[in-house]
């Protein structure tokens, strides 16, 4: 998880030695702290997967918490109501939401700047209000809480009721997801979005059918949401209407603002450090938010980029 | 009327634009021939760009046909009339202002695949990493290709400008003023390079130095209210008393 420039064997080594320091984290830290870690990358993916469609295609989307939230009940649902295992839960998780997000983004991308903005919290509101209400599936803001049956991974059984077992699950999922993004936004495809973010005009200009790839991106992060949501609920052992609100979204922004949006890294990175800012605060103050804000403005005024941008500015 | 056939590209059959009450281009018809330059030339509102805009499906007609290679393209949405063939830059120079010089012309340049796995590595498509290079040398900002482009002098940004709109193997290549805003050394530098960039393309140059339309085209057309007024050799329309009158002011 290094920044571009890092070529050839660094990244690998890097990346290995930093997921070998993640995996080596159970055996000296408590299941607090195993807890904690595994939120964090919850929401590492939640934030990456916002800096798909914000930092690569320039759409700032305060709609991800729909998908979010789907994703969550696609994981508790079929455990709870259909009997299905953890591992179809998770499929679904990506499925579902990517699904809606198909939904929304073909009425959304046809909107620039601000009605984008605000025809993705719509959706979202709607989303959220249809969860609340509809308590029989939903549970509403009480949420559904399920138990997780193991998971079967042929080799082995993983006992996802453990919190270890469940530390290593995420990890290794948000690590997939952030090689394969990573690999994306590298690839001739990634370099369209880019294309589409700097100047949509030209990019139409060029032969490229900007909607289409605009629906693309769309879904493809809204399936990282949905992921992100569903390892939540599945760390959580527990889905909520709540976590479909817009304002969950916000979460996402404020990560990649501060580590960076358009770097894939940097919303890691802040997702982490806020996290964590919230966490040994709280014991000094009640209102972290505060704390938070405070953050958010200083990176704003001092480094606009965020710590990614920072850095690899400060290399060239 | 605008000839069909032998080597005919573009034909443009009675194209009518209205703004609101405004006639912004009015029953104008023209063709253009493969290999030709093409200067479209008139005082400030003729319709030059918006007959640009229209070729590039930028702006829809209100009526007529526009016939690119045999085919109308009228209806066509900008990405689509690009893959049939149609590039063209803008009169304010359009560029991905945030990325290099070399990812300009690579956007451009992979922009003919249909298909963009998203696991493939972009270093192993080596046509569109030749054709970026060919292009890098034909623009002669090879030795500025790391550079961002909003750091280039404003004369680079419109060659690349050119330069992004020919990677993408145009048959028809439309330039909307690429002189505008330039001094008359940086015009001249321009020129130079052009002719070397262009050599063998059909092209539509909308300009008003009227020093580079005489030195590049082969033909003009003079628009005036939206209406073709005359068309002819650089010599015949210096020639003609009726552009003379609207155009040249003498």
């Not at chain 1, 009605?115 to 249809?130: E, M, N």
């Not at chain 1, 690999?183 to 949509?200: D, H």
């Not at chain 2, 405004?22 to 330059?37: D, F, Q, T």
Request: aromatic content about 10%; glycine content about 12%.
């Amino acid at each position: 998880m290094l920044p571009d420039r890092w070529k050839g064997g660094a990244f690998p080594l890097a990346f290995g030695l930093l997921m070998a320091g993640l995996a080596a984290v159970p055996f000296f830290a408590g299941l607090f702290y195993q807890t904690f870690l595994t939120e964090i990358l919850v929401w590492a993916l939640f934030a990456i997967s916002f800096d798909l469609i914000f930092g690569y295609v320039g759409l700032l989307s305060f709609g991800q918490a729909l998908f979010f939230g789907l994703g969550g009940y696609a994981v508790a649902i079929p455990i709870l109501k259909l009997g299905l295992g953890t591992g179809s839960g998770l499929l679904l998780s990506i499925a579902v939401p990517a699904a809606f997000a198909a939904f929304v983004g073909f009425f959304s991308v046809r909107l620039t700047g601000i009605h984008f903005v605000i025809i993705t919290i719509i959706f979202a509101l709607i989303g959220s209000t249809v969860g609340e209400t509809w308590t029989s599936l939903t549970g509403g803001a009480d949420g559904l809480v399920f138990m997780a049956p193991p998971l079967d991974l042929g080799v082995a059984k993983l006992d996802l009721m453990d919190i270890r077992t469940t530390y290593y699950l995420v990890l290794a999922i948000v690590a997939l997801s952030y090689l394969f993004l990573r690999r994306m936004v590298r690839s001739p495809l990634g370099k369209v979005f880019v294309a589409i973010r700097e100047n949509e005009e030209r990019a139409r200009l060029i032969g490229y059918d900007v909607r289409r790839y605009k629906l693309l991106a769309f879904v493809i992060a809204g399936g990282f949401s949905g992921l992100a949501g569903g390892l939540y609920s599945l760390s959580l052992k527990y889905a909520s209407a709540t976590f479909l609100h817009w304002s969950v979204s916000g979460h996402a922004v404020v990560y990649t603002i501060v580590g960076g949006a358009g770097t894939l890294v940097g919303p890691i990175l802040g997702a982490g450090l806020i996290m964590s800012l919230e966490h040994y605060l709280v014991k000094l103050m009640q209102a972290t938010d505060l704390a938070v804000g405070a953050v958010l403005v200083l990176t704003l005024l001092l480094a606009p980029r965020g710590i990614a941008g920072f850095l690899r500015g400060r290399r060239k | 009327m605008p000839e069909s056939g032998n080597g005919v590209i573009l034909t443009l059959e009675k194209v009518c634009k209205s703004f609101g009450g405004l006639m912004a281009v009015n029953y104008a018809s023209l063709s253009v021939r493969k290999g030709e330059l093409r200067a479209l030339i008139g005082p400030n509102g003729a319709g030059k760009t918006t007959l640009l805009n229209l070729i590039t499906g930028i702006h829809a007609a209100t009526a007529g046909r526009i016939l690119f290679k045999g085919e109308d393209i009228a209806r066509l949405s900008p990405d689509r009339i690009s893959r049939r063939g149609i590039s063209r830059t803008l009169q304010i120079t359009s560029l991905f202002s945030g990325l290099t010089v070399y990812e300009n012309i690579w956007a451009a340049a992979q922009s003919r695949k249909r298909f963009f796995n998203p696991l493939a590595r972009p270093e192993r498509w080596t046509d569109v990493r030749e054709k970026t290079g060919e292009m890098l040398e034909l623009t002669g900002l090879a030795d500025k290709a790391d550079t961002v482009c909003s750091e280039l002098s404003y004369g680079d940004q419109r060659i690349l400008e050119m330069g992004i709109a020919l990677s993408t193997g145009p048959e028809l290549l439309l330039l909307d003023e690429p002189t505008a805003g330039l001094s008359t050394q940086e015009s001249m530098a321009l020129v130079k390079r052009m002719r070397a960039m262009l050599r063998g393309q059909t092209i539509v140059l909308v300009e008003h130095d009227m020093g580079v339309v005489m030195e590049l085209s082969d033909r003009l057309t003079v628009l005036h209210y939206g209406e073709v007024l005359a068309e002819g050799t650089p010599a015949e329309i210096m020639a003609n008393d009726e552009v003379r009158k609207v155009y040249l002011g003498k």
